[in-house]
């Protein structure tokens, strides 16, 4: 019988281009068709390897969902950037490769990050999803999140409604 670990750490420069990989992964089947395809794609090649290992150096909050020897997701999170919104902590980013997505690990790596925010005095949370990504909404709706917010972003020509769910201490 052979075992695999899954373990959430924080990330190390080690595991940037790993963390890449999967962004682009996760992103893009997350919004293809949803994100025009010229601006998916530029969003995407910003954050390539160096990016997340300037990111990681400079000691953002990312931490990663490790199947084995293979990153599955990650989580980017901290203090809220919203200041309409009074919520503490916020997490920014929270994506999982296609192929590990229903199976309670991003359940795993939201507790997670939750977790750490928590022990940072962040006791409050707030998380922004696209309203056309269905599979996000429905993931944060399940979790217990409460729609407190919405807005809008512009990608090239087109224009996404985004909502912001919530929970307390």
Not at 57 to 73: V, W
Not at 127 to 145: C, H, I, K, M, T
């Amino acid at each position: 019988m052979s075992t695999v670990l899954i373990e959430i750490r924080r990330a190390k420069p080690s595991d940037a281009k790993a963390v890449a990989e999967t962004h682009d992964e996760a992103w893009r089947a997350a919004y293809q068709g949803v994100i025009p395809g010229l601006e998916l794609d530029k969003l995407i090649n910003r954050r390539g390897p160096d990016w997340w290992d300037s990111a990681i150096r400079k000691g953002s909050r990312i931490s990663i969902l490790a199947f084995g020897d293979k990153i599955a997701g990650y989580a980017n999170y901290g203090r809220n950037r919203a200041r309409s919104l009074f919520y503490e902590g916020e997490i920014y980013e929270l994506y999982l490769r296609p192929e590990y997505q229903g199976l309670g690990f991003g359940r795993r790596l939201f507790t997670s990050a939750r977790r750490d925010l928590g022990q940072s005095g962040l006791k409050s949370l707030v998380v922004w999803a696209l309203s056309d990504n269905d599979p996000a909404v429905d993931f944060y709706r399940a979790l217990g999140g409460k729609a407190v917010a919405r807005s809008s972003e512009r990608f090239g020509e087109r224009t996404l409604d985004k909502v912001a769910f919530a929970w307390n201490g």
